[in-house]
């Protein structure tokens, strides 16, 4: 297939960034990087070595870098509203981790200006493009469980302790809702389709006493921004109702709830910020199964050399080169603009319930296609790349 590669920028080289770049280098044909940017030069300077990056750059140079054609964004909640809006002004394509901003306002202008400038804004988390979550969307797409009436969630993480290690977890953003809720949200969105209202309780993180020395400069205290905690009701437009819980005021042996019920039978989902959990089909009359999953990109690392934590976030990039071949093929990109801000707008929608008792209607909506099934990643007993990117391209 006869392509031309879409040139990116990448913002952002901190711990997330290795599995990036190793994947957008290497995985996916589509994508070349050619610049890296960091505030902190010795983390851009190393990764530019490392991955063989050939340019490093100020946020000002790639802005106006005439040969930058997509940024992406690795940095952390707080530092994104600026960051996008000063690509898109440059025109630039953006695709951004999660969440496209902590505030709907600031969410809204930067669609308002994509619009505008009829560019994309791609918004994480990718691994709603794993296999997982794909199969589950297949398996409901193809009537297994008959209509879905409801669906529950739940995750829980001290978050409070992770943030002395994850710095960018004490500001906008870091509550565990925000951080971590929004995979469960953005799966749910997958399968299921936009919301039309939602409601709940919140809670916030507690005064953290610091009790580890990772950084010398950090602070005696502090406290993640906004409600840590949130128990939360939706209801989908499709008519299914939902219940959420996240608890980022509890210890951190995750137990990861996932679960879909419909007329004819239950899907369990494992943690979706991996990309190739079990899924799970309870029918009346018969034994649970694991259903094959119907996709590639099931989080297996097939670069040789990845770290452990690069290998447990597998296929990541794989949102971006969605994005880039959209960009190519003059198509919508999946993780949209529109879908990241309605998902952010459900976490807002939350915290506005919380804080006045009432129930928040949603305002935006979104469609989000599922992947084309039957082309997978691995080969060879997982050993071997096959070809999904295949099933990026339409
Ligand atoms: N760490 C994880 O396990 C993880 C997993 C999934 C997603 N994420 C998401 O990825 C993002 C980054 O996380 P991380 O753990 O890599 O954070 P990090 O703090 O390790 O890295 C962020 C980097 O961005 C740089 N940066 C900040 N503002 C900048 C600016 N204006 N210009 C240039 N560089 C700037 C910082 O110097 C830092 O090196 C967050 O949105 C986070 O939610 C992180």
Redesign the pocket.
């Known amino acids: 297939m006869d392509i031309k590669r879409v040139k990116v920028g990448v913002?952002?080289?901190?711990?997330?960034?290795h599995v990036y770049l190793r994947n957008m280098t290497r995985l996916f044909r589509i994508l070349d990087v050619v610049a890296v940017?960091?505030?902190?030069a010795e983390?851009a300077q190393q990764a530019a070595k490392e991955y063989g990056v050939p340019h490093i750059m100020t946020?000002d140079e790639m802005a106006q870098s005439p040969e930058i054609e997509l940024v992406v964004n690795?940095?952390?909640?707080d530092?994104?509203y600026?960051?996008i809006k000063k690509m898109l002004l440059a025109g630039k394509h953006v695709y951004?981790?999660?969440?496209m901003t902590s505030r709907l306002e600031q969410a809204k202008e930067l669609v308002q200006i994509a619009n505008d400038k009829h560019l994309y804004l791609g918004v994480?988390?990718d691994t709603v493009l794993g296999a997982s979550i794909q199969t589950a969307r297949w398996a409901i797409d193809h009537g297994l469980i008959g209509d879905v009436t409801s669906c529950i969630v739940s995750i829980n993480r001290d978050q409070n302790l992770n943030a002395e290690r994850?710095?960018?977890l004490r500001n906008e953003?870091g509550a565990l809702p925000y951080?971590v809720g929004i995979y469960y949200i953005q799966s749910l969105l997958t399968l299921l389709g936009p919301v039309s209202e939602v409601t709940g309780f919140g809670a916030p993180a507690p005064q953290r006493r610091r009790q580890f020395l990772f950084n010398e400069n950090d602070p005696d205290t502090w406290q993640i921004p906004g409600n840590n905690l949130v128990a939360g009701s939706l209801r989908f437009q499709q008519g299914a109702l939902g219940m959420l819980h996240f608890d980022g005021n509890t210890i951190g042996a995750e137990c990861s709830t996932f679960r879909i019920y419909g007329t004819a039978g239950i899907l369990e989902l494992g943690d979706p910020?991996r990309f190739g959990d079990p899924v799970r089909l309870l029918k009346p009359e018969s034994e649970p199964c694991y259903l094959p999953l119907t996709h590639g990109y099931n989080g297996t690392c097939v670069l040789d050399d990845a770290t452990d934590f690069e290998k447990g976030?597998g296929n990541?990039g794989i949102g971006v080169a969605e994005l880039a071949w959209a960009i190519r093929g003059g198509r919508p990109n999946r993780l949209s603009k529109e879908m990241g801000f309605h998902a952010l707008e459900v976490l807002c929608g939350l915290d506005k319930a919380a804080e006045t008792g009432d129930v928040y209607r949603m305002t935006s909506t979104f469609t989000c296609a599922p992947l084309t099934p039957g082309i997978y990643s691995t080969m060879w007993m997982g050993g071997a790349r096959a070809d999904a990117e295949l099933s990026l391209v339409d």
């Open positions: 913002v952002g080289c901190g711990i997330i960034s940017c960091d505030l902190n983390l946020l690795l940095t952390g909640a530092a994104h600026a960051i951004t981790e999660k969440t994480a988390p994850f710095r960018f953003g951080d910020n976030y990541r």
